[in-house]
C-alpha cells in the first residue's frame, strides 16, 4: 500500500503532533507540581542595616565644612546691564575701531595682490 500525495489536510500527522502536545502539557504539570511539593523556603534577605546616629553626625557635620559653589546672579540692575552690552564689561575683549579694521584690510590686499603678481597663489 503506497499513499500518494493529496490536496487535503494530514490527519495522522496533526493527531501526532496533538498527542506529543498533550504529552509535554502533562509533563510540564507533573514538574510543576513536584516543585510546589518540594518547594523550600527562600531566606529573606537582610534588612539594610541602620545607620547609627554617631556616624549621622559625623555626615551632617561635613557636610556644613564643605565649600558651597558660588552662585552667579541672573538678574542684574538695568545700569549694570547696559554697562556690560556696551562691550567695556569684564570678560570682554576690546573691539577695535573700524579704521584699524579697514588699514588691517588694506594691508592684507596688498600682500594678496604681491602673491598673485609672483604666482603664488
Request: cysteine-free; overall charge positive; aromatic content about 6%.
Amino acid at each position: 500500500d503506497v499513499k500518494l500525495g493529496g490536496l487535503g489536510p494530514d490527519y495522522e500527522a496533526i493527531k501526532e503532533k496533538k498527542h506529543k502536545l498533550k504529552l509535554q502539557k502533562e509533563y510540564s504539570r507533573k514538574i510543576k507540581e513536584y516543585n510546589m511539593k518540594n518547594i523550600t523556603v527562600v531566606q529573606r534577605l537582610p534588612t539594610k542595616a541602620q545607620v547609627s546616629p554617631v556616624s549621622r553626625q559625623k555626615a551632617l557635620e561635613y557636610a556644613k565644612k564643605i565649600p558651597r559653589p558660588k552662585t552667579f546672579m541672573t538678574r542684574q540692575s538695568d545700569q549694570e546691564g547696559k554697562e556690560e552690552r556696551a562691550g567695556n564689561g569684564p570678560g570682554f575683549p576690546q573691539i577695535p575701531s573700524l579704521e584699524t579694521l579697514w588699514s588691517r584690510h588694506e594691508k592684507e590686499k596688498e600682500v594678496v595682490a604681491a602673491f598673485k603678481a609672483l604666482h603664488i597663489l
